[in-house]
């Protein structure tokens, strides 16, 4: 980086094999620039350090504004959708999922959205709502997006529908479902292609009202979440309910609470157990050998994430879902089949969701014949539902939740010898859910 | 009643008390030996995990797989050491935190990068699913009683190691007094080197008996940590005996409060006011146990003599 | 060498004094938003520096003190309180009190018990919090409206938040380094250094770092309260320790114990962390070798990297 200068009189004696010898000697002899050193000498060594320390902080400075510059430059035509989902961390796997299928839809529409090309922006919400809100803050005023989709968590979705739907834009959420937004704080312009939260374990419940089940034991981890489910299963369920559970968030040894299951002796268990916490639950729920003495059902459990990992664990366990990847339409089968020769496993719950709510888009944006400046088309369109959903028949209720069938699943081991869940019977058609009429909207 | 009940629940609490102490016997040692912090040590327990994982699903044997996650992690723990922990031991604490946390980050993506996001698939070895009928009516899981035994081998082994042999002098009289033991003669950085590969094993052990009962993810060792880190605060730093009664403690508190406080709770305050604050206060008990313990011993309960 | 460091921190405050222009000229409004969620952090981060990095009180529980302060904005506002004038000065007194209580527990143990003690207690804060059911749980609550000032001040307005967030940021800055100077300040800094030696001379020790410690409390209720107005939201996710884990990594990367290293720290921190997550999902693999970077090479964080910064501060 420094030069030594043109040799002075005093070095002209040397030779140059000494003069580059000691060119290497002084240069190895120079401070390296990112060291501070405090005993350093004053004067001339130390303004030029400082200068070319200086330099290069400007380079970077420049850099820095030079790679916002050329992210600010805008592209003017297509369709821009900002997709927030959780895409590093332990629930990556979940945001890998719906960012797939996201792909595999825009595949299927041919990389155009209602005939315009399209961008997706992926955002990473790191599961935190302030920094969901930032994505879609940036989404909004600096992609300047046409409609914000994904979010799985209710609590960035809380935080995030109502600055998107706030700046005019249209929020099409594809997992998380908080009654909020189903009852009170229902928004024209906020559609989910998912479920409302309480849908899932309602229909669970319903199921094992009508099979006459009673002494249930319900288990569920101690957040907003968890005590929902528990309330939507009692809701259709009104069979003895033995004791409701709540354990620690994150928690991963149920060794304690299978024993005091096993103590209360009860005819059948509900859980509610997302994720890792999933995992763990029914890994150890087998280990104790309860799998074939006490039945269990659970909602958002045993799906095509968990089945991997704990394998014949959760063999016979049941599941009610409005879809699985055996449902039989064409839609659906082209998903699946195009989904596992893409990708290579099982598409899930979430997958099928964020694929619909990318179709939900192009048939918006095709209603409107490509006029994204005119939300009100689009919203009658987006009613309209006019796409070939994954679950078959799709349509809206007044608060854009869908009204849709619930099935009973079971994990079974399917003819390549791997899980899989397959459905065993409906359970709801039709389904609503329970806060619509909190909702003022009506259309 | 049921004392049969509180008996299991005993024996539940005190095999999770084992599982924290394989993790706590490494962190200690780290923590007291070298003065060092190491929030990456649920990264290298993960990375155990892993590595077992793995090697069980593609040979099928858990004690080949157990061993190979033991010298694989050991060799990275010093090999971690070298590249980015060796100049920190004169460093502030919090230089250290820093540069651990930084391992955090970097571990759990890189887990993620080798093994994708998804969990593995893990089961308890065929040969341990079984159950053995501990008392009439208890069925407890054999895999389970092994995880107890082993961690008391290993207690049992790290109290030969430190107080019976020519290393673990060594490392006494490092933890004691490094600077003299270096004038000595004794090469104190390949010591450390090799203590910190120790307590990656530690780990690993604790991860690679933890994967087939618990979740294999990235991110799998932060939940765990932080329970980690009160079991050595309220055992004393850099004593193994105060790592083991204090990861007992812990465990028996948090087992038998999820168990029983709810119950007890709603005795009291009536049913439905148990079913919020039972398990809130059931996830806070170890932390006001905590609290207590320093409160009247901020040094922990066993500390280690430190000159 | 003075001059060349007051030269670096003037320009730094022009830099963000003038962002709200510049993203006005250039016509892209969401850098006034991601500068304005960067100086709360660098508020918050600021606020625990005069703890940990002046006082040595390495507290592994600041995030309680954000949330504490998040929701002294939000339960006001959800039973139909909106007035500034009453949520945030609720917002310093309760932090300051919870840090009070805190403090005054905390501080008869030094050292790893410290750390852990007040992990603790913000651990404890946020398992109520998660169980309160009435204010959202850990849903959280949707602020209605953003803290009202009587019309003189209009927090709806983004450039109006942006400079009143920019003012809180240099006053902070200023009684900080008021603090430091003062006759407080060199106590604090005295006991750090050798604190038996402070308590032969004659001073009360615990007095002193009892009240910094109060004071970094308030001054993280404050950041609470503006990081709830910011994202119209609360939760009690602020309040989880990987937060306060976030805030202490960005003082440490900023460069503990000067007062301008922190606010450098969330910068840093917090623009790499939305620029490289926008590159690659695998943004944490390149963001965790590059902190172990900065701790093995710039030893007085990224502060002690700018020019004039080689004389200690004050």
């Known amino acids: 980086m420094a030069h030594l200068h043109p040799p002075t009189r005093a070095h002209s004696d040397l030779g ?74 332990p629930a990556g796997i979940i945001g890998k999922h719906m960012k797939d299928s996201v792909e595999l839809a825009l595949e299927h529409l041919g990389r155009k959205v209602g005939g315009l090309d399209v961008e997706v922006i992926y955002g990473d ?106 309330s939507g299963f009692k809701r259709y369920f009104k069979g003895r309910v033995v004791d409701e559970v709540y354990t620690k968030l994150g928690q991963q040894d149920y060794q304690a609470e299978i024993s005091q299951l096993r103590g209360k002796n009860p005819k059948a268990v509900f859980v509610f157990y997302p994720g890792d916490m999933g995992i763990q639950f029914l890994k150890q729920y087998a280990q104790a050998g309860l799998r074939e003495q006490i039945p269990l059902y659970s909602v958002y459990t045993v799906d095509e994430i968990s089945l991997p990992a704990v394998g014949e664990a959760a063999l016979g366990n049941y599941e009610t879902r409005y879809w699985s990847p055996d449902l039989k339409n064409e839609a659906n089968a082209k998903y699946v089949g195009d989904f596992k020769k893409k990708f290579g496993y099982t598409p899930s719950f979430y997958g099928a969701q964020s694929y619909d709510g990318i179709l939900l888009i192009d048939s918006a944006v095709r209603a409107v014949r490509g006029d994204l400046g005119n939300k009100k088309g689009m919203v009658a369109a987006m009613r309209k539902a006019d796409f070939r959903s994954t679950r078959g028949k799709f349509s809206f209720n007044v608060n854009h939740t869908p009204i849709q069938n619930f099935y009973l699943l079971r994990a079974v081991k399917g003819a390549g010898g791997d899980m899989e869940m397959q459905i065993q019977k409906t359970v709801f058609e039709n389904h609503k859910d329970a806060y619509y009429q909190e909702c003022p909207m009506k259309w | 009643m049921n004392w049969l009940l509180v008996v299991e629940q005993c024996l539940n609490g005190l095999q999770f008390g084992v599982m924290l102490f394989l993790m706590a016997a490494g962190l200690t040692l780290v923590f007291g030996i070298m003065n060092l912090v190491n929030l990456a040590h649920g990264s290298l327990y993960m990375v155990g995990a892993y590595l077992a994982t793995a090697a069980f699903n593609r040979t099928g044997s858990f004690l080949a797989a157990v061993a190979f996650a033991l010298a694989a992690t050991l060799a990275i723990g010093m090999l971690v050491e070298v590249i980015a922990l060796r100049t920190l031991y004169e460093r502030d604490h919090l230089d250290q935190v820093l540069a651990t946390f930084g391992l955090i980050l970097f571990f759990n993506e890189a887990v993620a990068i080798v093994w994708g996001r998804a969990a593995l698939f893990t089961a308890v070895p065929r040969a341990l699913s079984g159950h053995l009928q501990v008392l009439p009516g208890i069925p407890y899981p054999a895999y389970r009683a092994v995880i107890i035994l082993v961690g008391l081998a290993v207690a049992l082994l790290l109290y030969v190691v430190v107080s019976r042999t020519r290393l673990g002098m060594l490392i ?67 004593s193994i005996r105060g790592a083991l009664v204090g990861a007992v403690v812990v465990g028996m508190v948090d087992t038998l409060g999820r168990a029983f406080l709810k119950p007890m709770l709603s005795t009291v305050i009536g049913p439905s006011a148990a079913d919020n604050a039972g398990p809130a206060l059931a996830s806070m008990l170890i932390y006001i146990l905590m609290a207590a313990v320093l409160f009247f011993r901020p040094q922990g309960l066993f500390p280690a003599v430190r000159s | 060498m003075r001059s060349a460091r007051a030269l670096t921190l003037v320009a730094g405050f022009l830099v963000l004094g003038l962002v709200p222009v510049v993203a006005a000229l250039a016509n892209q409004p969401f850098y006034l938003d991601l500068f304005r969620r960067i100086m709360i952090f660098a508020i918050a981060a600021v606020s625990l520096d005069l703890i940990l990095g002046f006082g040595g009180m390495v507290s592994f529980g600041h995030a309680a003190y954000l949330g504490i302060g998040a929701y ?158 910011q994202t119209e939201y609360l939760t009690p996710s602020y309040m989880h320790w990987t937060r306060s884990g ?31 997550s926008a590159w690659t999902v695998h943004w944490q693999v390149v963001l965790g070798p590059l902190l172990v970077l900065v701790v093995l090479y710039a030893r007085r964080g990224l502060y002690g990297l700018l020019p004039g910064a080689g004389a200690r501060d004050g």
């Not at chain 1, 240069?27 to 200068?51: C, D, F, H, N």
């Not at chain 2, 004691?176 to 270096?182: C, D, F, K, L």
């Not at chain 3, 450098?264 to 620029?275: M, Q, S």
């Open chain 1, 16 to 89: 140059q094999r000494q003069l580059r010898r000691l060119d290497g000697v002084l240069e190895s002899r120079r401070l390296p620039a990112a060291s501070i050193r405090t005993t350093q000498w004053p004067g001339m060594r130390r303004t030029k350090e400082v200068t070319v320390r200086q330099l290069r902080i400007v380079l970077v400075l420049l850099l820095i504004v030079g790679l916002f510059a050329g992210q600010a430059v805008l592209a003017a035509e297509p369709v821009k959708i900002g997709f927030i989902t959780s895409l590093s961390g």
């Open chain 1, 125 to 230: 919400d790191q599961r935190k709502p302030d920094v969901g809100k930032q994505l879609a803050d940036e989404m909004l005023k600096k992609h300047k997006v046409n409609f914000v989709s994904g979010i799985i968590w209710s609590n960035v979705m809380l935080a995030v529908a109502p600055t998107v739907t706030g700046a005019g834009t249209i929020m099409v959420g594809t997992n998380a479902g908080p009654h909020e937004l189903a009852g009170k704080m229902c928004s024209e312009l906020y559609f989910t292609t998912s479920w409302q939260n309480d849908q899932t374990p309602e229909a669970m419940g319903k199921y094992m009202q009508d099979q006459g089940l009673t002494d249930v034991y319900a288990m569920a981890p101690n957040y907003a979440a968890g005590k929902d489910m528990v």
């Open chain 2, 172 to 238: 006494r009289a490092g933890a004691s007094n490094r600077t003299m033991v270096g004038a000595l003669g004794v090469n104190i950085r390949l010591l450390y080197t090799v203590v910190f590969g120790f307590g990656a094993a530690l780990a690993a052990l604790g991860g690679a008996m933890a994967g087939p009962i618990y979740s294999v993810l990235p991110g799998m060792g932060e939940e765990i940590l932080i329970q980690v880190f009160v079991v050595i605060v309220i055992g004393g730093i850099g």
């Open chain 3, 72 to 229: 002294a904005v939000a339960i006001p506002a959800f039973y139909g309180i909106h007035s500034g004038l009453v949520q945030w000065p609720l917002a310093l007194a309760l932090s300051g009190l919870a840090a009070l209580a805190i403090g005054a527990v905390s501080l008869r143990t030094s050292g790893v018990s410290f750390i852990m003690i007040t992990l603790a207690f913000a651990q404890m804060l946020y398992y109520l919090g998660i169980s309160i059911n009435a204010w959202g749980a850990d849903d959280g609550m949707r602020l209605a409206r953003r803290s009202q000032f009587g019309g003189v001040v209009d927090l709806a307005n983004a450039y109006v938040f942006y400079y009143v967030v920019f003012g809180v940021l240099v006053a902070l800055l200023w009684l900080g380094h008021r603090l430091i100077h003062a006759r407080f300040g060199v106590v604090i800094r005295a006991a750090k250094s050798n604190e038996p030696r402070m308590r032969a001379i004659g001073f009360a020790t615990f007095r002193y770092k009892l009240a910094a410690f109060v004071i970094a409390g308030a001054g993280g209720g404050l950041a609470g309260a503006l990081l709830t107005n």
């Open chain 3, 246 to 276: 976030d805030i202490m990594v960005m003082v440490i990367l900023g460069g503990m114990g000067t007062l301008y290293g922190p606010v450098l720290g969330a910068v840093a921190f917090l623009l790499l962390e939305d620029i490289l």
